[in-house]
């Protein structure tokens, strides 16, 4: 069967009370931006539902790949629509639509009529009894089951007649800018995309930063994680992505400061390009993909030094509780594990010490930082000053 229309099932919008509307209509908004050049498309909402109809040919798997990605979106219901206000109509309808998406063999249903349209004469306890009936006779095999039916059959008359039973799920979550900004940092590991994407399932929109270190890292380190925001981008919208050439702050941090403290030294300086590229881009929050205890940069001493860092932006941290394994688990079914783990070096492993400091004290590392000072503060000017951005789509 050959749908063009589509019912658009979502759940926590809905409880959103007097606000329901803004997150509906950005939902909306979503839904159509992402359909965009997929086909002719409409998408608009009516009492309470979300209805998605295409005027042109399109291709159906396109249209359900983008519309299952799309958060706030529960289920996807492909709808066989009747166009003649009838009840004979709306059985043969019936009829049709179940042989064709179940066939003719052995099968309990249920059918649930509402109708919404009260112009229709027919009640809907009395649209069940006679398309149940119409079902019966046309489909010897078939038996109702009021109870536990295998296919529940919703039929809803509105200006035209709506029959579906089969709800393709989403994601969930909420519509992506229904709550604020954020900036994450990504960086070409498995964690930090799996970060991003449940903030912005959230409903928080995503700006990111990537700390390049060429000629340390390649440029297929960063193709990659363009593709990674790519990837997240299908579910999040568009992602701005700042590309910091961190090279010279890098080196300077080496040249000038103990080896074991590299990594949280350099840790905290991108917390403190990260925070300073947010405020300036109307972010609210910074989104990292750390988990504790997974490196030695993540732990609970390390965290507290590097929050310390900054003071404006909350970090964001939804995979800290998280074992390597769900992590993982998260990025399989987003679809970025593939690319997360492309061999190609990333800016920090190139410059890590073989035995880091585990429990960093926040006075000592401020200590050692004071050698930075006169010397990193233009590096840092320049590196923010030059940056690229990409937007990732
Ligand atoms: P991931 O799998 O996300 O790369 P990781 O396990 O490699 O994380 P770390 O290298 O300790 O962990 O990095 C912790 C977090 O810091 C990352 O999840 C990411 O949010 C951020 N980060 C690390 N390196 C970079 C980078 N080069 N650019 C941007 N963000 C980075
Ligand atoms: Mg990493």
Redesign the pocket.
């Known amino acids: 069967m050959n749908y063009d229309t589509f019912i658009i099932k979502y759940a926590e919008i809905g409880t959103k009370g007097k606000n329901r509307y803004v997150f509906e209509d950005m939902l909306v908004k979503h839904i159509r931006r992402r359909l965009k050049g997929l086909g002719d498309f409409e998408a608009w909402r009516e009492y309470g539902r979300i209805y998605v109809k295409a005027s042109s040919g399109y291709d159906y798997r396109d249209a359900m790949d983008r519309l299952t990605k799309i958060f706030g979106i529960v289920g996807v219901c492909p709808v066989h629509v009747i166009r003649e206000l009838d009840i004979k109509a709306i059985g043969e309808g019936c009829v049709e639509y179940l042989k064709d998406e179940y066939g003719e063999g052995r099968h309990t249903f249920k059918i649930r009529a509402r109708r919404n349209n009260k112009a229709f004469p027919v009640n809907s306890q009395d649209i069940n009894m006679t398309v149940g009936g119409d079902v019966l006779d046309a489909l010897p095999e078939y038996s109702v089951d009021v109870h536990n039916p295998e296919i529940m059959v919703d039929i809803e008359v509105r200006n035209e007649v709506y029959i579906y039973s089969k709800v393709i799920p989403g994601p969930g979550g909420l519509p992506v800018g229904t709550n604020g900004k954020g900036i994450?940092?990504?960086?070409?590991?498995?964690?930090?995309?799996v970060?991003a994407y449940m903030i912005a399932k959230r409903g928080v929109e995503m700006e990111a930063?990537?700390?390049?270190?060429p000629p340390y890292t390649s440029e297929r380190a960063k193709k990659k994680?363009i593709d990674l925001g790519r990837i997240v981008s299908q579910y999040a919208g568009v992602i701005r992505l700042h590309i910091i050439n961190?090279t010279d702050v890098q080196l300077c941090i080496y040249e000038n400061c103990p080896h074991d403290e590299l990594?949280i030294i350099m840790?905290r300086c991108?917390y403190r390009i990260a925070e300073e590229i947010g405020l300036k881009n109307d972010c609210q929050l910074i989104?990292?993909?750390?988990?504790i205890g997974?490196?030695s940069?993540?732990t609970a001493q390390s965290l507290y030094v590097i929050d310390h860092a900054i003071n404006e932006l909350p970090v964001m941290r939804p995979?800290i509780g998280m074992d390597k394994q769900e992590i993982v688990d998260r990025a399989l079914d987003i679809g970025s594990y593939e690319t997360?783990v492309l061999p190609y070096e990333?800016?920090?492993t190139i410059f890590v010490d073989k035995h880091p400091v585990t429990k960093p004290k926040l006075d000592r590392i401020e200590e050692s930082e004071k050698n930075l000072v006169g010397k990193i503060e233009e590096l840092v000017r320049k590196a923010v000053d030059t940056e690229e951005i990409v937007l990732c789509r």
Do not use: H, R
């Not at 994450?184 to 995309?193: C, E, K, N, Q």
């Not at 930063?209 to 270190?213: I, K, L, Q, R, S």
């Open positions: 994450a940092l990504l960086s070409g590991g498995i964690d930090s995309p970060a930063v990537y700390f390049n270190a994680v961190f990594t840790k991108m989104v990292t993909g750390e988990s997974q490196v940069s993540q995979c997360s990333d800016c920090c």
